[in-house]
């Protein structure tokens, strides 16, 4: 169960006036896994997930950067997997990992959007476009 997101950095650099098409591609990593303390509030372990969370604006157009955390919590017994797998092999679970990455992509997603605006990007994500008929689109024209 995912308790809590938090952002530590965002960053937007608008580089060039685009001249052709541009490209927008983002990426998504775990830098790290550490096990830590509810306290005050309890003894419980959690575990925090550092990410770094990237659109690139090609050619060389712009940049955005978000990084931040999530603490997650589950039992001791799938903590203590998720960060023996993390120290070995730094992955995680498919199972687990879709949740995170589908809750950072949400919230990062969403955010980034409003500062690409900002800056009159063009949207990283694609948005559902109305397509007229073949016989609507005649009489239109």
Excluded at 1 to 30: G, Q, V, W
Excluded at 44 to 73: C, H, Q, R, W
């Amino acid at each position: 169960m995912i308790l809590n997101f938090l952002l530590d950095k965002i960053y937007i650099e608008r580089k060039n006036i685009p001249k052709s098409s541009i490209e927008a591609r983002n990426s998504l990593r775990i830098q790290n896994i550490t096990e830590e303390s509810l306290e005050p509030l309890s003894k419980e372990k959690v575990l925090k997930l550092n990410f770094i969370y990237n659109v690139f604006y090609e050619p060389d157009i712009a940049t955005l950067e978000m990084t931040g955390s999530i603490v997650y919590k589950t039992d001791e017994k799938k903590s203590k997997e998720i960060l023996n797998e993390w120290n070995k092999e730094k992955k995680i679970n498919p199972g687990i990992s879709s949740v995170i990455f589908n809750h950072i992509l949400t919230r990062c997603s969403v955010k980034a959007l409003r500062l690409a605006q900002e800056l009159n990007l063009p949207p990283h994500i694609p948005f559902p476009r109305i397509a007229l008929k073949a016989e609507q689109a005649k009489k239109a024209s």
